[in-house]
């Protein structure tokens, strides 16, 4: 039999998922997003030589509040007490990986959590850095892996 979408009823429409009875677990998801530019902006940024002050200081803590409010942004997801959040920024030659890593202790996966604190964190460099590149690429928005609940392990590697 094939899954079905647990956030489509058997009507067809859209609900929340009850989470009431699950177990609470351990649960952890990294997810990535990649920000590209020039490399006079890379450069600028990395040195935090911007009129606008630290973007990557300032895009860590965007992310960090990005995944406490997902549940505000994205309609179905259920309000969650994040117990770990980490935003790593790695420069790459042509701009930056942004790594978002969100852990809870409950019912349901902090997968979209990560995906949103990856992605509010590249658009921060992006605000922050427009100035010198308003050509910059926000892409590569993707699960790397994610542990705990019913699914189980997921490992883009894998």
Do not use: W
């Amino acid at each position: 039999m094939p899954k079905r979408l647990t956030h489509i009823g058997k009507d067809g429409s859209a609900h929340m998922v009850d989470v009431g009875g699950k177990k609470s677990t351990r649960r952890r998801a990294v997810a990535t997003a990649r920000i590209r530019m020039l490399p006079r902006a890379a450069a600028a940024i990395r040195e935090g030589d911007l009129q606008k002050g630290d973007a990557l200081g300032t895009a860590r803590l965007a992310g960090i509040m990005a995944a406490k409010r997902t549940h505000e942004l994205i309609p179905l997801c259920h309000p969650l007490a994040i117990t770990n959040a980490e935003i790593a920024i790695m420069p790459m030659p042509d701009g930056f990986l942004v790594r978002a890593t969100i852990e809870t202790t409950g019912p349901t996966g902090v997968e979209m959590e990560a995906l949103t604190a990856a992605s509010v964190a590249a658009l921060t460099i992006y605000d922050m850095g427009k100035a010198l590149d308003r050509a910059m690429v926000i892409g590569d928005v993707q699960l790397e892996e994610k542990t705990g609940g019913r699914s189980g392990k997921f490992s883009r590697l894998a």
